[in-house]
């Protein structure tokens, strides 16, 4: 018997059902997008690996998809390129082009190559498959969609508050309560500086945003093979450990990163964000959250993500600003700020929490049975009469047994079976069965529509 075929680990199949609740994810956060006045892009899967390379930190470059070079992909590699320690070196002359990692670089790459046709500020949303070389774990994929969106040429905290807006907007549509972590990367750098590590800010970051993952000390730890002295990892520890609200958090970090002038200007431009924040109003559960670091090197100012408040998973949103990603590629002091919706992992929140509306699994609202002769005639005049409405349905397209149909029906989760026999069509009337109830009926051809109306 022939082994059945199978996909990489990491990714997945989506069956009608599954993409019919993806589509209502991606079309919410869409609706919001294009409330907010952001305009559509798309990027290709691939991108040259000069353009990803780098850009992400250590870790980062290790998750990238590499993809070989057409043809004899080893053409002018010395043997001398095959040992352990040229090992990146040989994968950029085998390996010209690369899987994106995120969205946001190759719109940076967009921005610069195509600066002369765009309005900056430039308001874009991108929602397209993503792919990391990451190890498979519950809400962790390979291969996943991203929903981005960012501005692009202003420095305004405006638009932080913006995006702040449009995170409680989405949740809100979606049924997810959420809390909203922040933090300042000026704000991390000014830590780091304080503790006589500000050469370390890097090694600093990336180890304080495993603390919810890991634990404090394990934090320690990995703080202490980077080379921070114990006397910094002790003055670090209360740091992390400071509570109360956002303003009691920011007044306790003026006291103690005060001496950073950089570290003062993230904390100012924290109390601006939320200043206005509270002025226009929000019901969002926001947490400054200090161990909030982002890995991706490229942020400088704000960062954010989102936690669902009742399920547990790792973030489903996550993003913040970056005030040079486009100088990487020529096109310097270019500042954006942006933010990413998982929709791998809302879709996983969604259905642990049975969030998806009723009808978003249904494709059609009516199945017609196909009775054969001039009924299947009468029973297509009508299908198109109803289609041109915009209610969906379909016919059966057999003229099978009567209780094939109805079993189709009933597989389909179809609520509605439309039945027009010679009696029916004599008298103008069709003959509706409710396929949850099991009630039927004889109404006017003409009623039909009022029937099947989506009913909230």
């Known amino acids: 018997m022939a082994q059945k075929p199978s996909i990489p680990k990491g990714t997945r199949d989506f069956g009608p059902e599954e ?17 907010y006045g952001f305009l559509p892009l798309e990027t290709p899967a691939m991108e040259n690996l000069s353009t990803l390379l780098g850009k992400y930190g250590d870790e980062g470059d290790k998750l990238l998809f590499k993809v070989l070079n057409s043809g004899d992909f080893f053409k002018g590699v010395d043997t001398a390129d095959l040992n352990e320690e040229k090992r990146n070196l040989l994968a950029t002359k085998i390996c010209e082009k690369g899987l994106r990692y995120d969205l946001t670089v190759p719109f940076a790459r967009y921005v610069v190559q195509h600066q002369s046709e765009i309005a900056f500020p430039f308001r874009r949303y991108q929602i397209q498959p993503v792919w990391r070389a990451d190890r ?47 933090n300042n990367r000026k704000i991390l750098y000014g830590i780091a500086e304080t503790i006589g590590h500000a050469d370390k800010m890097i090694d600093i970051t990336v180890a304080i945003d495993k603390l919810e993952k890991i634990g404090l000390e394990a934090v320690e730890e990995e703080l ?19 509570s109360g609200s956002y303003s009691e958090k920011l007044a306790a970090l003026h006291e103690i990163i005060g001496g950073s002038e950089t570290g003062v200007k993230g904390i100012e431009e924290m109390e601006t964000i939320f200043a206005l924040t509270e002025k226009i109003g929000t019901d969002l559960d926001i947490d400054l959250d200090l161990s909030l670091a982002r890995g991706l090197n490229y942020y400088t100012g704000a960062i954010f993500e989102v936690k669902a408040r009742d399920f547990a998973i790792g973030s489903i949103c996550g993003g913040g600003r970056y005030d040079d990603l486009t100088g990487i590629f020529g096109m310097p002091n270019v500042s954006g700020v942006g933010i990413s919706f998982g929709a791998d992992r809302i879709y996983d929140v969604m259905c642990g929490l049975n969030l998806f509306p009723t009808d978003s699994g249904m494709t059609a ?50 609520p509605y079976v439309i039945i027009i026999g010679s009696d029916e069509r004599a008298s103008g009337q069709v003959s509706l069965k409710n396929m949850v109830s099991g009630e039927q009926k004889t109404i006017p051809t003409d009623a039909l529509p009022e029937y099947l109306a989506v009913r909230e």
């Open 19 to 35: 993409m019919i609740k993806r589509t209502y994810i991606f079309d919410t956060i869409k609706s919001v997008f294009h409330t």
């Open 136 to 182: 498979p774990q519950k809400g962790r994929y390979r291969e996943f969609y991203q929903c981005d969106v960012d501005i692009i040429g202003s420095r305004s905290l405006v638009n932080e508050v913006e995006l702040i807006e449009i995170v409680a907007e989405v949740f809100r549509k979606l049924g997810i309560r959420i809390t909203l972590k922040m």
């Open 224 to 242: 202490s093979t980077k080379g921070i002295s114990e006397e910094s990892i002790a003055a670090l520890r209360p740091i992390l450990s400071l």
């Open 365 to 414: 609202r009516a199945l017609f049975l196909n009775l054969g002769g001039e009924e299947l005639t009468a029973s297509l005049i009508e299908l198109k009469k109803l289609r041109s409405m915009g209610i969906p349905c379909e016919i059966y397209p057999d003229n099978a047994k009567m209780k094939k149909q109805m079993e189709y029906a009933n597989r389909r989760a179809i």
